[in-house]
């Protein structure tokens, strides 16, 4: 079959399509014939293994993975033993690993039944951007009706999701994006939108219950200005060139800060849930929500795809299609 690899770190040129073989699901796997995949930033730092601190978990001198890709949707074409929730020909959505790759393999409770009406390229674009807006919004950053939340990063894979999901609680929304992407952010439901080339939402009067930070550009000693008295700021994003002390000092000096009044601030990763999966596609054929998709790219295209996300200017989500 074929699939992306890379056998070295580097830009998105390490990255070629070969002939490798065919996975075989474990006992508690399904096998899947790909359909469509999405590119994470996480694809591209894992593929430059920055920051390095990243290459202790995934090989110091070269990566012990190389296989791309965690986002999949597809067809089930072969199950594991002990698998009981699927069987060949069910259509199914979730996270994986090597997903640009005519087949993949995934743990069965990692996916779910895609529902009727969505397409696979919907689906595929869900498991990490959608778990990471719903969770962060939802499980760290307690909405409510009537919160006033901001996003920072409001044109991006996570951003479009959670513009979305926030206004499906009731919230009053407000994102953060720039000038190209006003009337797409407007158009998915902000109440309010803010030009960050012209205006920094740190300084303004408004007071926001719950920041989402898809970005990490602002310390939280400037997002503490603009939370209510117990508002919270869930730091997802970060910083595009970001270094291990770049990640780390923020994020030690906003828990630091956190012990010393009220607002908060909440590192966050997003975890695997079946369940979550389903609200998500529920939402996607409730009309709720709908997942923003900026470009198409085909197996053959992976690197100029990766390079695409890695720029950083991606509006909602990149797609990798193999359907034929």
């Keep these: 079959m074929k699939a992306a690899i890379y056998t070295s770190y580097g830009g998105p ?3 070629r399509i070969t002939d490798v073989e065919k996975p075989v699901p474990k ?3 399904v096998l899947i014939r790909v359909r469509a995949a999405s590119v994470n930033p996480l694809d591209w730092r894992l593929m430059k293994g920055e920051p390095r601190l990243l290459r202790l978990f995934f090989g110091l001198r070269k990566p012990r993975l190389g296989r791309p890709g965690v986002d999949v949707a597809g067809e089930v074409e072969a199950v594991g033993k002990n698998v009981t929730q699927f069987k060949p020909r069910d259509e ?7 997903a640009f790759a005519e087949y993949a393999c995934s743990g069965e409770s990692k996916v779910a039944m895609k529902p009727d009406g969505v397409t696979f390229e919907q689906a ?3 498991n990490v951007a959608g778990l990471t807006a719903l969770q962060g919004l939802r499980d760290k950053g307690k909405i409510q009706p009537g919160s006033k939340i901001l996003i920072n990063g409001a044109a ?3 951003g479009t999701f959670a513009v ?5 609680f009731g919230a009053e929304v407000t994102g953060v994006c720039s000038t190209r992407n006003i009337d797409m ?3 998915i439901g902000a109440d309010e939108v803010i030009d960050y080339t012209r205006h920094d939402f740190t300084t303004s009067n408004q007071r926001y219950d719950l920041i989402l930070d898809c970005v990490g550009n602002h310390p939280f000693s400037e997002c503490r200005r603009v939370l209510t008295a117990k508002g919270r700021l869930i730091m997802i994003g970060a910083p595009h060139d970001m270094t291990v002390m770049g990640l780390l000092a923020p994020m030690i000096g906003a828990l630091w800060s956190s012990l010393f009044g009220n607002r908060k601030a909440v590192p966050f990763i997003s975890k695997p849930s079946q369940e979550d999966l389903i609200l998500l596609g529920g939402l996607i054929v409730t009309g709720k929500l709908e997942p923003i998709i900026d470009r198409r790219y085909n197996l ?9 996300v890695e720029e950083g200017h991606a509006r909602g989500k990149v797609l990798i299609n193999l359907e034929t």
């Excluded at 053959?300 to 695409?308: G, I, L």
């Design 13 to 15: 040129d390490v990255v």
């Design 27 to 29: 006992d508690n796997e």
């Design 92 to 98: 199914v959505f979730g996270a994986c690993r090597g």
């Design 124 to 126: 595929a674009s869900v």
């Design 156 to 158: 991006g894979g996570v």
């Design 164 to 168: 979305q999901i926030a206004k499906s």
């Design 185 to 187: 952010v407007r158009s």
């Design 300 to 308: 053959s295209e992976v690197s100029d795809a990766m390079r695409y």
